[in-house]
């Protein structure tokens, strides 16, 4: 997959993926992520990329020109599957929508500064727009490297062991039940015994009575849309 990533602050985003599991995506060729600068689109000695509003009002808005410019010249090499602006006021991603991202081929992410894109560009230009939640960011880049690492995890032959990611929390609707690892016992606190039982089938009904209980308990609303 490959995920190209328009931003204002390129550098913003050198770190996010060099590590870890999106380290491997990438060396193993899984993931691509291509940060791409907006000024390079810009006009002008200052390669001016936002502008006062129409209206007035405090704040500076991104300018139609350069972002088109840009996705342009981003179509003009390969077809993309969505055009995803990351804003505030977008419908709030989840993990049904990583799943769904995470089947695609190609993808844009457009990150939002200041007080946002011309609204033009979210008409024409954009195909989806996600909010990584209810707060707000100095700008899409975090939120766009939530999305890259979420999706990235799902691609096949990332992660070692391939079973491992269908049972996340928010995979099937469930938090993920508690884990352990040694020592069985540490200061008085123990390992439940069943963990230690060697009993696979028993161990894995005590870990979905603790996926519901914790569910139940924390996020009553996720039981509500099985
Ligand atoms: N840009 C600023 N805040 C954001 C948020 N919560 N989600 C996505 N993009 C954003």
Redesign the pocket.
């Known amino acids: 997959m490959r995920i190209d990533i328009i931003t204002v602050l390129p550098e913003l985003l050198q770190s996010p993926f060099q590590h870890s599991i999106m380290k491997r995506a990438v060396d193993k060729g899984l993931l691509e992520v291509n940060c791409i600068n907006l000024r390079d689109y810009a006009d002008g000695p200052h390669q001016q990329v936002d502008d006062y509003q129409f209206g007035g009002g405090a704040g500076m808005v991104m300018m139609v020109e350069p972002i088109f410019a840009c996705i342009n010249h981003l179509k003009s090499q390969r077809t993309y599957d969505e055009v995803i602006y ?3 006021d ?1 419908p709030r991603y989840d993990q049904k929508t990583a799943n769904f991202l995470s089947m695609q081929q190609n993808l844009i992410l457009l990150c ?1 500064h200041y007080k946002g894109v011309d609204e033009r560009v979210r008409e024409h230009l954009i195909t989806r727009e ?11 880049e975090l ?1 766009a490297a939530v999305l890259v690492d979420s999706i990235g995890r799902l691609l096949p032959g990332v992660l070692n062991d391939e079973t491992s990611a269908l049972f996340d929390s928010f995979q099937d609707n469930l938090l993920a039940p508690p884990v352990y690892t040694r020592p069985a016992s540490f200061n008085g606190w123990e390992v439940p015994e069943i963990l230690l039982s060697g009993h696979t089938a028993k161990i894995e009904d005590w870990r979905h009575e603790k996926a519901l209980e914790k569910t139940q308990k924390r996020r009553p609303d996720l039981l509500d849309e099985n």
């Open positions: 990351l804003t505030p977008g939002g996600i909010s990584i939640g209810d707060y707000v960011l100095s700008g899409g939120a």
